[in-house]
């Protein structure tokens, strides 16, 4: 079997792909994994195993198949050689699965009345494994067995280190799958017992746990979702269980694992398929992500149908790429500033001066970040809101036509409608801008409110700043060249309009001296 | 020459490839391309346009490199041969770089004064030419030159598509990084002359206008930064420059070309060098860089370095990447939170509800976003906001430590420093959360935001939402199943301030009555 044979062998370099990824800090990148895109990846890699056990399930016999679209080839092939179905297999895997189906939910049902839980997974190995061997099933149906089972441990070897080049990208992409999905149930598990999961160390901890089992051929472990459940089910608290449960494996492994010789294999199929459920279960989020949000409902569903197309790392890293693109784009288009309160502090501002030289004061807050995602918004919006009283007369699409031309050619002589840019001849507009909400900035960030200031400028519009932090008001100072004009930046909202009053009274008085 | 014919047949995939991005809408993405990442990207090809110069300046024979690293290499193999440099052509690269500059520096300082600008390149390529061909230059000192030039365009033939497969990669690479460099061009002049850039469009006139020369073995075409500055600074207004300046070169290449046969390739080499002056005079963005913001000055040097090493479309992917990681790495890291007002509006409850019985409002705005991005970051800031005047006598050190027991468990029993939960018992603070600035949210933040509430809930603290829209609330109440609980969502803060009041007399007359 070529690929459990590769499966072996990878092994040995997945363990140094996680180690390598916890020095460079990736376990603390796993924030970028969202709930849906786990969701989805697991279903996907879940719905995967079931297709690998459809032919023990139907008894027919499958060449291997893999790579890209395998899961429709698959299903195709079972598809064209529908008559090579078995039909004793077929009914003792259907058997099973109502079996166990049935006895789990019955017991889901009364777990809390009766303490105890029937394992009805080792009583079905054992009653079909005695049937099968009674009725010599193997040779009277020709039913698929799971035969010889070496016993015992292998001897440990080095894992072959010449595959390296050869295996590491897909062992970076093994690694990511097991990490993630133990991550997701450690978090799950965290949730419910209210402690916190270190993401790094957890990496550690996981790449270094497939150290020892590198050197045994192991399979890549990572946490199993079944036997966690069944676990915490059962009552345990302690990695004491996991000890004994470990110590019942080691049983099996050395001493009753020939027994298994009989077990046919339709029912091992049966018992990996029901004990799936709880993963395949997860298609019901989908509900919940539809009503939430619709986006992640498209993400969960584009990244479950790369899974099955291509692979669980395939999915994985498209999932991802998506959430990220979609935050992005979601961030370019969000509305940049917030005009709430603006009205009030208006006519606070008016009343104050007597209504003898009516001023405008406009106060716009900007709630989020500026960077070169939102930049240009930011500036459209910005100028947008200073435009809108300064044209009352005109309907928003006037001022969306004439925008361009208005804003950007102040100092042209085409202007459209005329009026627009002075609408009242002897009233200052002032505009305050609050950067509480303005979190970070980068170059482009910057250089749009330089020139959103140049603009304001140009149209003989005040343009204060408001809570600027040092670092803004640094890089604002050398952008557009305002070492000397101190006069922009304000501890708070309350002073810059305060120091537009005193401006206000001192051109009054200079008005008057002047008359 | 292998280079030059590989890339006459790029040129045959480049324009579909750049109408292919234009489909998919791919030029609206372009604001992915910050100043910092242009600027370097064309500093670095610059610096690579300098280095394939480097042999010519020099006169000396140099097989042809290239792939990564190639940079390095030809500067390596100049210097292991430095003794095979040829003084004629290296004097002569130096006299004409001089002189270039010189006349240069002075058209750029009496370009005011006196109208015309000496056209200093023409004339040297002029008396170069006649002078290597009275002193015969080719044969007396060996000189390079540029030889024999086939005049008039080659008959037009398909671009062949077999190779198609091979160069697609590549092709995608060259078109965006002609695009880029055109675009940047274009948004320079757009900010010069006051008139706005459609991207995408932009994207299919490029493609388009590389169809033609594609049958003609042409090097896919770009916006030139010299030839644009030369045509402003002569006082070109509109496209009746560029067709004079076409009709020139058309008679260049039928009549005057051959001509050109005498001209020294180190005189041509110095021109091209000296033309890129503008290209890499960028070099001092970045003490602009450096002193508005020190990331975007990073991205600018590790772009300038992954494009020298490598290529300028690996240096443009590079850049932007970065750009994006830093992005997510600080929203994720930028406060979530702005508690400005909150002291005052505290205070004003306080007094109104007469003291006897002292309630603690806080209003708390969210001024970002709430994504998978930050969702973790403002769950704790929330609960530290919540926590923090409740426990006043502890320092904050104390409240980090302790945060994960306390606020998690606030049904188990053991609390950190016993009271910190439950400080004043008669006490019940509430919590209103402004989600003005909320401007959009995903699965990940709505469950956040459900896992506070619920927080909240378990701790006896009353939480409300002000200004939420209207698929917040629907989100918020599908995700924590608050169909039934219509009391958390209020149309502004002061209407849940109204509220609390009011459920504060009601509590307080059913005390009363109880009594």
Redesign the interface.
Known sequence: MPARMELYQRSGNDPEAEIAMFVLHLGSAT??L???VISAMTTGAATHVVTSQVKYLLGMKMPYISGPLGFFYIYAYVFENIKSVQLEALLLSLLSIVVLVLVKELNEQFKRKIKVVLPVDLVLIIAASFACYCANMEYTYGLDVVGHIPDGIPSPRAPPMNILSEVVTEAFGVALVGYVASLALAQGSAKKF???VDDNQEFLAHGLSNVIPSFFFCIPSAAAMGRTAGLYSTGSKTQVACLISCILVLIVIYAIGPLLYWLPMCVLASIIVVGLKGMLIQFRDLK??W???K??WSIWVSTYIFTICFAANVGLLFGVVC??A???V???R??TL?L?NMKELENKVKTEVEGENLQLVKII?I???L???NA?KFHADLMNAIQKDNANNQTPDDINKCE?NVL??ST?NGTCNGETSQPYPNEKCSVILDC??L??????G??TLVQAYMDCKGQNVDFLLA?CTASLK??VQ??GHLESDKHIFFESVSAAVGAIHLNKNLSKFSDHSEV
């Open positions: 924030f970028l969202t709930e849906p209210k402690y916190s919940k992500y009503n939430v949000d986006i992640d959430t990220i979609v935050v992005i979601r961030f370019q969000a509305k917030s709430k807050s709630n989020n970040p960077v070169f995602l240009k361009q950007l050619n042209s509480t909400g979190t970070f900035f980068d170059y482009t910057v250089s809570n640094k890089a050398y952008c």
